[in-house]
């Protein structure tokens, strides 16, 4: 299983823009340069008043698909 490394800070409205579906992924810059893309909706369970925020690290599949994520700090 292959792993990456995220810190995210995503405003409230920010998010509010993925939950309405005006955009579906995140991309993000990864802690070891890689640029990642996932899907917004692996983000809702660290959603917040302010957004999300925090470390966060997502595994995934040879293939390159999502496999599960987890909030480091």
Same mark, same amino acid.
Request: contains cysteine.
């Given at each position: 299983?292959? $792993?990456?490394?995220?810190?995210? &800070?995503? %405003?409230?409205? $920010? #998010?509010?823009?993925? #939950?309405?579906?005006?955009?579906?992924?995140? %991309? &993000?810059? &990864? !802690?070891? /340069?890689? !640029?990642?893309?996932?899907?917004? &909706? *692996?983000?809702?369970?660290?959603?917040?008043?302010? /957004?999300? !925020?925090?470390?966060?690290?997502? @595994?995934?599949?040879?293939? /390159? !698909?999502?496999?599960? *994520? @987890?909030?480091? %700090?």
């Amino acid at each position: 299983m292959n $792993e990456i490394v995220v810190d995210l &800070a995503i %405003s409230a409205d $920010e #998010y509010l823009k993925l #939950y309405r579906g005006a955009a579906r992924t995140v %991309s &993000a810059l &990864a !802690r070891d /340069g890689r !640029r990642v893309r996932f899907p917004a &909706a *692996i983000l809702s369970p660290w959603v917040l008043h302010d /957004g999300v !925020r925090g470390c966060f690290c997502i @595994r995934f599949t040879a293939a /390159g !698909r999502f496999h599960d *994520i @987890r909030r480091l %700090s």
